[in-house]
């Protein structure tokens, strides 16, 4: 009885292409849910009108922006003579808000689950060990980096530190979750979601309270000017939300089949990416760009050259573009603190790593990747971006994206990009394996 009505329960509910799709919107919007809330006020408004009073006077910026206020004030009794809001409380709601985030981590650990149980009563086969040959090294290597850290870890902090590698369990046991009818289903929910940005940061800008970012000076600076300081959307952090946005993009151009759709999607996107003043997402998003453009009407080499001039451009004038001055310390630094933790690092640990939870002082994946697994990790993650590249023509926009993001982000921690990188592999390798068994 419960062997016969598992088949039917899955396949037609969950693992349905718009079900699926339709349960990844939902977990992207509620895992942001109470952040946004809180900004604008619905959650804990006595706070928030506290914070609103404080730093936004009558006087403060026109239209109304709440947002465009400073997020620091004058303060003698300080150590650099400032006042800064306290962005703490909106990241830690109180009550059973914070839950909302669970459900991307049930989506992620969800789906493979009832792979491995679907699987189990034999309602869908076992890709094999060849096909995945390429991911062997990473899982290893991630495995590793469990081993070492089980002795020296506490148990709370090591069950957090496994959010990066959440999205291994996918990878291997996509099932139907991988196939192309789904993914096509989930390329129009993302579509959907770049779109959903728009009128959430509208209502972000007017009462949402600033964020702050950069030095003293430039805030200020920004406060007077009366634009928004960097805004987030459905994402917690600003640059996670100009990250996304640019790989979310590559992924529909990568298995969205309305092609049409993708010019006025690109369009929307860099609003998005300007008002997140995310330096990675704006300089990723031109590359993407002429990576696009490039494939699709072949131009002459004059033009390339012209293209990638004014890459150049836009890569030396994104502090101006963006209005942070500190931007190149920020990338900069997220470099140093490999260096710094490093520096008296044995053979070994270069070379396998220092353990799960060490990589948690860094943004950047490759510093996160040497601290955690060493440099096995860095080259097996790395390995097998490029064996899916070349094995993969359709998912190189996505690839692209993800690659260059993960220079400055720990983008296999950031949901839903770590559920479609997972979903994206797994294809490639059903890909190769369908090709080596047809004549």
């Known amino acids: 009885m419960i062997r016969t009505a598992f088949h039917p329960l899955i396949s037609r509910t969950l693992f349905h292409p718009r079900t699926l799709a339709a349960l990844l919107l939902l977990a992207c919007l ?3 849910t109470p952040f946004l809330m809180g900004r604008i006020g619905w959650l804990d408004p006595t706070s928030y009108q506290v914070d609103r009073q404080r730093f936004c006077p009558s006087s403060g910026p026109p239209a109304g922006l709440v947002s465009a206020c400073a997020p620091l004030l004058a303060a003698a009794e300080h ?7 306290n962005l703490q409380r909106l990241h830690s709601p109180s009550g059973y808000w914070d839950l909302l985030k669970a ?5 992620l650990l969800g789906c493979p689950l009832f792979v491995l149980l679907g699987m189990v009563r034999g309602h869908w086969p076992w ?4 096909p995945l040959l390429p991911a062997l090294p990473l899982l290893a290597s991630s495995a590793m980096a469990l081993l070492i850290a089980l002795p020296q870890a506490p148990l709370a902090a090591l069950l957090y530190s496994l959010r990066s590698m959440a999205w291994l369990p996918l990878l291997v046991l996509s099932g139907p979750t991988s196939q192309r009818q789904v993914l096509v289903q989930l390329a129009r929910a993302m579509a959907l979601l770049i779109l959903l940005q728009i009128p959430l940061m509208l209502v972000e800008a007017i009462w949402g ?5 950069g030095p003293p000076a430039a805030q200020l600076a920004q406060a007077s000017a009366g634009l928004p300081t960097r805004l987030v959307g459905t994402f917690t952090m600003p640059n996670s939300l100009g990250v996304a946005v640019v790989c979310l993009l590559g992924f529909c151009m990568a298995y969205l089949p309305q092609r049409r759709a993708l010019v006025p999607l690109a369009i ?8 997140a003043r995310s330096g990675t997402g704006l300089l990723i998003w031109a590359v993407l760009m002429a990576f696009w453009g490039s494939g699709a009407w072949r131009p002459h080499p004059a033009l390339k050259l012209i293209g990638l001039t004014l890459l150049a451009l836009i890569a030396v004038a994104l502090p101006l573009l963006l209005g942070r001055p500190d931007l190149w310390q920020s990338l900069s630094g997220r470099l140093s603190v490999l260096n710094s933790v490093m520096a008296n690092s044995s053979s070994w640990q270069w070379l396998f790593g220092q353990g799960l939870f060490h990589g948690k002082p860094t943004e950047s994946l ?3 990747l040497v601290l ?5 990790a860095l080259v097996a993650f790395y390995g097998l971006l490029v064996w899916a590249w070349c094995h993969d023509q359709q998912a190189r926009p996505f690839l692209l994206t993800i690659t260059l993001s993960s220079l400055t982000l720990t983008i296999v921690e950031l949901f839903p990009l770590n559920f479609l990188l997972a979903l994206s592999i797994n294809r490639s390798l059903k890909l190769i394996s369908l090709s080596q068994k047809s004549p």
Do not use: C, K, Y
């Open 103 to 107: 459900s991307r981590l049930l989506l």
């Open 79 to 85: 150590q650099d003579g400032f006042a800064r809001l």
């Open 30 to 32: 509620l895992n942001g």
């Open 366 to 368: 490759p510093a996160h």
């Open 268 to 275: 929307t996107a860099l609003p998005i990416v300007m008002l």
């Open 372 to 376: 955690e697994g060493g440099l096995l």
């Open 127 to 130: 890709l094999g060990w060849r």
């Open 209 to 213: 309270l600033p964020m702050s970012f």
